[in-house]
């Protein structure tokens, strides 16, 4: 059975660094063709892919991001994690992580229950 | 960057077929897929590779994907099939989703 569930900080203050923890089970990050991405949803819009780490520590961006994100796996404790800097009230969401299938064409198979990031002072 | 255009909204009888498109810069050239998303929910892989359904979703729902738009059709639309529709495909490596669409069955 395979889960994720998505840990960190329900607020933070403008500027400062989110740090988010995707821990997975029912799967390993050392099998071909498995990936974790992260994936983010303000109040009522649409969703934005953020970052996708796979098996072989091959690290993917958003463009638009890609200067305010990091995203790293400790693939012996089935973690993700995700740094996004310089917060900012916009970036306020819904921050989900997805197992990414990559042994064909990639896919979100699977999502965690996602966790809410408010960015105020 | 790369685009997906879906409608804001669609409506749709109980028992008809409900059709939601995803538009984009030579799509048919990409794999898309469709996820589902109910109010409060995560969302939920419907469609990948164009037309491919995983094992626990209903056979009516089947996707296709050509020239620059990709469909997700709903045959025999349920109440249960109410909820947020999101295409999503990949371009240079980076993944795009569409805006969403609302299916409302009335």
């Known amino acids: 059975q395979v889960t994720l569930r998505e840990s960190g900080p329900a607020l933070v203050k403008p500027t400062q660094a989110l740090t988010l923890t995707c821990t997975f089970s029912?799967?390993?990050?050392?099998?071909?063709?498995?990936?974790v991405s992260w994936i983010r949803q303000p109040p009522g819009k649409a969703l934005e892919w953020l970052a996708l780490?796979?098996?072989?520590?091959?690290?993917y961006y958003s463009a638009s991001l890609k200067t305010r994100l990091t995203i790293s796996k400790d693939t012996s404790k089935n973690q993700v994690v995700l740094t996004m800097t310089n917060m900012d009230p916009v970036d306020t969401a819904t921050y989900y992580c997805?197992?990414?299938?990559?042994?064909?064409?990639?896919?979100?198979?699977?999502w965690g229950q996602g966790t809410l990031v408010t960015v105020s002072s | 960057s790369y685009v997906l255009t879906q409608p804001p909204s669609v409506s749709v009888s109980p028992g008809q077929t409900a059709s939601i498109t995803c538009s984009g810069d030579?799509?048919?050239?990409?794999?898309a897929c469709w996820y589902q998303q109910k109010p409060g929910q995560s969302p939920v892989l419907v469609i990948y590779q164009d037309t491919k359904r995983p094992s626990r979703i209903p056979e009516r729902f089947s996707g296709s994907n050509s020239g620059n738009t990709a469909t997700l059709t709903i045959s025999g639309t349920q109440a249960m099939d109410e909820a947020d529709y999101y295409c999503q495909a990949w371009d240079s490596s980076t993944g795009v989703f569409g805006g969403g669409t609302k299916l409302t069955v009335l």
């Open positions: 780490i796979d098996r072989d520590d091959d690290k």
């Open positions: 997805a197992r990414t299938n990559t042994v064909t064409v990639y896919h979100f198979d699977y």
């Open positions: 029912g799967f390993s990050l050392s099998t071909s063709g498995m990936g």
């Open positions: 030579k799509l048919g050239d990409k794999y």
